[in-house]
């Protein structure tokens, strides 16, 4: 069965750093582009950053560019969010997706469960 | 960026009904543009991707049509489970961004 599952959320005091963890089952993960989307209580779906399979190609939004590191350990099937300098507007679920290629579009086909990150003091 | 707005925002609707959902590119996206449906508590669930592409598994009651900057997604026979938030989103470029949601309320 093809699987995300998320875990490293919980409560950091604004400043403070997390990391994010999301572990990959039941395909072979290296042949995929990964992302970590969020959504904030109660508002809509924000992307916040792309890897590519082999980590060549990185990407980030403006909203988290400096501050969030993606990365990836294909061995270990895993995908990673350092999140750091956190403010209040990075309270959000943390969601791990993958990338899939249908004819040329891109489509984000797996999703994980999510994992709740919330900065407050 | 590429902005993508959703109309409308939220709809009140009943079980059978015909709901048409408009999704607007700020600029031309080709065929780039996905649908999802995300039920209260869950992640969110690809239903159809490249505008009209029905992703395996999901009802032939949805169907997905539009290119360049307009696009829509149909709903023939609403059932109860459809009652969900559904969301646009372009592939076209970085960021991949997605419209504000449009939530499917019963009447």
């Known amino acids: 069965e093809v699987q995300l599952v998320e875990s490293g959320g919980g409560l950091v005091k604004p400043g403070g750093s997390l990391r994010l963890s999301c572990a990959a089952s039941?395909?072979?993960?290296?042949?995929?582009?990964m992302n970590w989307v969020r959504q904030a209580p109660g508002k809509g779906l924000e992307w916040v950053s792309s890897i590519t399979g082999s980590s060549d190609h990185i990407y980030d939004a403006d909203s988290v560019k400096g501050r969030f590191t993606i990365s990836r350990d294909n061995a270990k099937n895993s995908l990673y969010l350092q999140m750091n300098s956190l403010r209040a507007e990075d309270t959000a679920v943390y969601y791990c997706?993958?990338?899939?290629?249908?004819?040329?579009?891109?489509?984000?086909?797996?999703w994980g469960q999510g994992t709740t990150v919330t900065v407050s003091s | 960026d590429i902005q993508m707005t959703q109309s409308p925002s939220s709809l009140s609707t009943s079980v059978g009904d015909r709901v048409t959902i408009t999704c607007r590119a700020s600029q031309r996206i080709s065929s780039y543009l996905n649908w999802y449906q995300q039920k209260p508590g869950k992640a969110p669930n690809l239903l159809i991707v490249?505008?009209?592409t029905l992703q395996s598994g999901v009802p032939s009651r949805f169907s997905g049509s539009g290119s360049g900057t307009d696009f829509t997604l149909t709903i023939s026979s609403l059932q109860p489970e459809d009652f969900a938030t559904y969301y646009c989103?372009?592939?076209?470029?970085?960021?991949?961004?997605f419209g504000q949601g449009t939530k499917l309320e019963i009447k």
């Open positions: 039941g395909f072979t993960f290296s042949s995929y582009t």
């Open positions: 989103q372009q592939s076209y470029s970085t960021p991949y961004t």
């Open positions: 997706t993958r990338i899939a290629i249908f004819g040329v579009v891109r489509g984000m086909d797996v």
């Open positions: 490249a505008a009209s």
